[in-house]
Structures are given as structure tokens and as C-alpha cells.
């Protein structure tokens, strides 16, 4: 699992209206109606705590998750306190969701319920429904899925539960095994990617695909940090492109708690 840098989600708070409406194009939905159209709670108050912990504190990180909460509609706020001190402080205050994050889990918790969200199972989520929203279906169409890791498994096991066609592509010779052992159907040669028209990049090394790499009518969508594509295979993919450090994985991670 990459560790963000801070200068990689330093514009989110600025952008994240237009990031919204980019994926309201593409996808036909926005943060709240991404994962299904279940009714949310009229107002929620969220507290994101920084976490010390470990490599500490990222740059922006829990100013990010609040900007995006707040494109949601809901009352966000970053806590005085860190740690345990800041879980304190939120209850204090009678926050119905807290967000936190240490270098091993980035988590969503609901004071009231206790359901709880971890970031790679919401980030597979929400990049398959974008995937759904954006190919208008996914049970007839046949996917590629780049990368074999913690998200990778994730995604594979929600494309397989919407009746997609996976197939998937890790260069790693122990995965290979694993997916071989498993039957999960895979490609071997990477030059076979441009073979498919929707793709699932959830490799975490960044610049490996250049554009004759790709479909030419490709529809990817990237939860991997960071970004696969290099700059003029991404130019040549806007409009048919999702790729974001944090948004969809916190819209879904609220979705799954409240
Ligand atoms: O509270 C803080 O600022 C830090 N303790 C946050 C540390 C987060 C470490 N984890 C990551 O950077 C990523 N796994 C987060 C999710 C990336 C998007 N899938």
C-alpha cells in the first residue's frame, strides 16, 4: 500500500468541486450517489484525526478528507488534538463519523453504530462503481485488471460479484502463482493490455504504461498511487479516465458507515 506524499494531494481542497463534476460526466454520479442511491442521514458531523504514529503526520492528508466530506454536503472538521487526545475530542463534540489514519490503516468509524470502513476494500469499491457507471455496465463486458496486490484482490473479488469477464495482469512472478493456482485468468505479456477496452490499474509503480500501450478506445479507471499512465498516455484519456490519491475511497468509506 503506497504512502501518500503530501505534495501528491496538496490541491484537493481546491479542486474538489471540479472533481466531482469530472466524475459526474464520466461516470453519470457524484461522491454521494457513486455506491447506490440509499438515502443519506440529513446532516452528519465528521471529525478526521491527524495520527502522530509511525512516519506521523502527511502534509494536507486530513485536510483533504474533510474538503472532500464537505463536497458531500456534510459538516467536516480536522481535530485540535492528535491521536487518542483528538478521538476524545470528537466525542466531545458528538462527531457521528471519525476518519483516522496510521501507516497501516486509514479507517472510517461511526461513533453512533460502530460500523467501521478500511480504505482499500471502500477504494475497490467505489473504483468498480465508477467502472460501472462510466463502461454503463459491467456483468458483459470484459475487464483487465492491472495489479495483484491488497486493492487488486479487493477489486477482483466486486468485479466477479457484478458478473464481470476479469482478467489480470501482475508481473510478479509469486502472484502469477497464486492467480494460476486459483484460477483466476490472466495475461502474462504486458504488450496484451491494449487488448481490452476497460481497464482496472491498481498498480502502485507509477509511468510504466505509455500510450501504444493502450486501447485506443480505452475506459481506465485508477485507484493505484501513484499514477500507471504516463503524461501523454493521459492526456490521450481524458474523458475516459478516473484516477484520483483519495476522494472516491473516502466518499466510499462514509457510504459504508452511515
Ligand atoms: O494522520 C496522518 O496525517 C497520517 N497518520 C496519515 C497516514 C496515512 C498513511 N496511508 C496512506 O498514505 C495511504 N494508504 C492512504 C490511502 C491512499 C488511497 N488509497
Redesign the pocket.
Known amino acids: ?4 506524499k503530501s505534495e501528491w494531494i496538496a490541491d484537493i481542497g481546491n479542486t474538489i468541486e471540479e472533481c466531482q463534476e469530472y466524475l459526474k460526466k464520466v461516470t453519470g454520479r457524484d461522491f454521494r450517489t457513486l455506491v447506490g442511491n440509499e438515502k443519506w442521514p440529513d446532516n452528519l458531523k465528521i471529525a478526521v ?11 494536507n ?2 485536510e483533504s478528507v474533510v474538503a472532500i466530506v464537505k463536497a458531500m454536503g456534510f459538516n467536516a472538521y480536522v481535530t485540535n488534538d ?1 491521536d487518542v487526545a483528538g478521538i476524545y475530542e470528537a466525542s466531545l463534540k458528538n462527531a457521528d463519523v471519525i476518519f ?4 497501516k490503516r ?1 479507517i472510517a468509524i461511526n461513533m453512533k453504530n460502530g460500523k467501521i470502513a478500511d ?2 476494500v471502500a ?1 475497490a469499491i467505489g473504483y468498480v462503481n465508477a467502472l460501472e457507471g462510466g463502461a454503463d455496465g459491467i456483468s458483459d463486458k470484459k475487464i483487465l485488471l492491472l495489479g495483484y496486490g491488497k ?1 487488486g484482490k479487493e477489486i477482483y473479488k466486486e468485479l466477479i460479484s457484478k458478473g464481470g469477464t476479469v482478467t489480470v495482469y501482475d508481473e510478479d512472478q509469486i502472484k502469477q502463482k497464486e492467480m494460476f493456482e486459483t484460477g483466476v485468468e490472466m495475461i502474462e505479456n504486458p504488450n496484451q493490455i491494449k487488448d481490452f477496452k476497460y481497464l482496472i490499474d491498481a498498480t502502485n509503480t507509477g509511468n510504466w504504461i505509455n500510450e501504444d500501450m493502450i486501447n485506443r478506445d480505452v475506459f481506465i479507471v485508477s ?1 493505484g ?1 501513484p499514477l500507471s499512465l504516463s503524461q501523454n498516455a493521459y492526456e490521450k484519456c481524458r474523458g475516459r479516465i478516473i484516477h484520483d ?2 476522494q472516491i ?1 473516502v466518499a466510499t468509506m462514509l457510504r459504508m458507515v452511515v
Open positions: 500500500m503506497t504512502r501518500l484525526i491527524p495520527i502522530t504514529q509511525g512516519e506521523g503526520i502527511i502534509g492528508f486530513a492528535s483516522i489514519a496510521d501507516d486509514f480504505n482499500n477504494t486493492v485507484p498511487v490519491y483519495l475511497g
